[in-house]
């Protein structure tokens, strides 16, 4: 194991030159996801039109598990699996955009992953659309090596074509899903239907080609649709489908509230996280009652929530009335474009503080990685880029908190500095620029952010490693820079031992 970012700049793979291997794992023509590209923009159109004319997941969602039920698919959707009571699984999010970030990750993942028993995949399988054509180049190649089998739950990118691709890949439902009924013309469901984005014709057609890259028996796995429980062990992981605009429909909440009650501890694997830069999302249930109700129920015996869609890594420890305390973790850094962190604000939510409150990358790291980016974009370098020490201590001043990694020589913050900080959305105190903050957050998050797709080192991306024992789980979370020292020994970034008793 290496040092981490935590430790010094050199662990976060800064200041070194040496390429790691995974650069003969990338395809030739690897597809280089650009969400500045109007292209991509309009193929991924049906966020926009579900929130504007109405979302029709559910009912899509429900004539899939319809269909998996007569196929003989378990009406409780759980996954009985044999695994002993000491075993340990892996959590990758946000994966599929196919390009060096997402192949990046893959050997630090086969490393720590080469005695697991399976692994997850938390939300976005396949970038832009979840096109069955994608699946080549954006699951079965990248994890052709891992000896194990892999469940997943879709995110939103997956439902971008009515989850098809999903549905053939992980639930082995190869034909396509009937129609529903016709809208009445004039409706608001009429007008979406018109420029809904649908599976091309002939898409996934060398899907079974592809297949064989992951076709050894110690691979194999089905599950009963896009969501399900998992039984390993001592505890039971319950993975739900959030679809386009982040909430579950009624039917999928009252199976969730079902499988929650059974005794053993519970893990949730969700494609939208419960606790995200710095707030508090629920998830709403369709008919009443959150998703973080569900989980908050001491009979039910959650320990911990992790999420997907946000492509970074966080943790709130949320400690609870009742005394017990809840790891709700943010997932998504398995080969996406990096959200930034350096935007989220000084944390105070629901009890936990800076004290408490993990990330990576580094907030610091997150805005030396910005501000070189746009430099490099702007042609404005000598004004935009900071190096990671300046960026660490303008962050220090702006949220009043002290340097996450041992300092050396610390830096003047000057005007320069702040403006830089605040032209690309630095966070601030609780106290400080409420009139401002928000908007200037959520604006990086759905512009700058996707804009930040780079293919030059380090790629701040990350993946969970989560060791079970019938007392207590060890959730470690790897940090894959694309650097070779921290291939060759991926350093841990954030480590919590989280009791079963």
Not at 59 to 70: G, N
Not at 257 to 278: A, F, H, M, N, Q
Request: positive net charge.
């Amino acid at each position: 194991m290496s040092e981490s970012s935590r430790d010094t700049a050199e662990g976060a793979g800064w200041g070194v030159s040496e390429r790691g291997e995974y650069l003969r794992l990338v395809p030739r023509q690897a597809e280089k996801i650009s969400w500045l590209n109007p292209r991509h923009l309009w193929a991924a159109r049906n966020g926009v039109l579900a929130s504007w004319f109405g979302d029709p997941t559910g009912e899509v969602r429900a004539r899939w598990a319809a269909r998996r039920s007569a196929a003989g698919a378990p009406a409780d959707r759980v996954i009985r699996r044999d695994d002993p009571d000491r075993f340990s699984f892996l959590v990758v999010g946000d994966t599929g955009e196919g390009g060096e970030p997402q192949y990046a990750v893959v050997p630090g993942l086969l490393k720590e992953g080469l005695d697991t028993a399976f692994a997850v995949l938390a939300s976005d399988v396949v970038y832009p659309v979840g096109a069955a054509g994608d699946y080549g180049p954006k699951f079965f190649r990248p994890y052709q090596d891992y000896q194990a089998p892999v469940y997943a739950i879709p995110g939103n990118h997956d439902w971008y074509e009515d989850l098809a691709g999903f549905m053939r890949v992980f639930c082995d439902d190869t034909g396509p899903l009937p129609a529903g009924p016709k809208p009445r013309p004039l409706t608001r469901a009429w007008l979406r239907s018109l420029v809904w984005h649908r599976p091309r014709p002939g898409d996934g057609e060398h899907l079974d080609e592809a297949r064989k890259l992951r076709s050894s028996p110690a691979q194999q796995a089905v599950q009963p649709g896009p969501y399900w429980a998992i039984d390993a062990g001592p505890v039971r992981i319950v993975g739900i489908d959030t679809g386009l605009l982040g909430t579950i429909d009624a039917e999928q909440g009252a199976w969730l509230r079902e499988v929650s009650r059974d005794p053993r501890p519970k893990i949730l694997v969700t494609g939208s996280p419960l606790y995200v830069d710095g707030e508090h999302h629920p998830c709403p249930i369709e008919g009443g009652g959150t998703v973080d109700d569900v989980v908050r129920d001491p009979a039910h015996r959650y320990v911990a929530a992790i999420g997907g869609d946000i492509h970074n890594y966080q943790r709130y420890p949320v400690r609870l009335d009742d005394g017990r305390t809840l790891q709700y973790v943010v997932a998504g850094g398995g080969g996406a474009f990096t959200h930034a962190t350096h935007t989220i604000p000084r944390v105070d939510v629901a009890g936990v503080t800076e004290a408490d409150f993990r990330c990576y990358p580094l907030r610091g790291d997150s805005l030396a990685f910005y501000s070189a980016l746009y430099g490099r974009r702007t042609r404005l370098r000598r004004f935009f880029s900071l190096t990671e020490a300046e960026a660490a201590a303008v962050i220090a001043e702006r949220l009043g908190i002290g340097p996450t990694r041992a300092p050396g020589a610390p830096a003047r913050v000057t005007r320069r500095m702040r403006l830089v900080a605040g032209l690309l959305g630095t966070g601030r105190r609780p106290d400080r620029g409420k009139r401002f903050r928000l908007p200037v957050r959520k604006a990086y998050q759905s512009l700058f952010s996707p804009g930040s797709a780079t293919y030059s080192p380090p790629f701040f991306k990350s993946f969970l490693r989560v060791d079970v024992t019938p007392e207590a789980l060890r959730l470690r979370c790897f940090a894959a820079t694309g650097q070779r020292a921290q291939e060759v020994a991926p350093p841990v970034e954030d480590e919590v031992t989280v009791p079963l008793t």
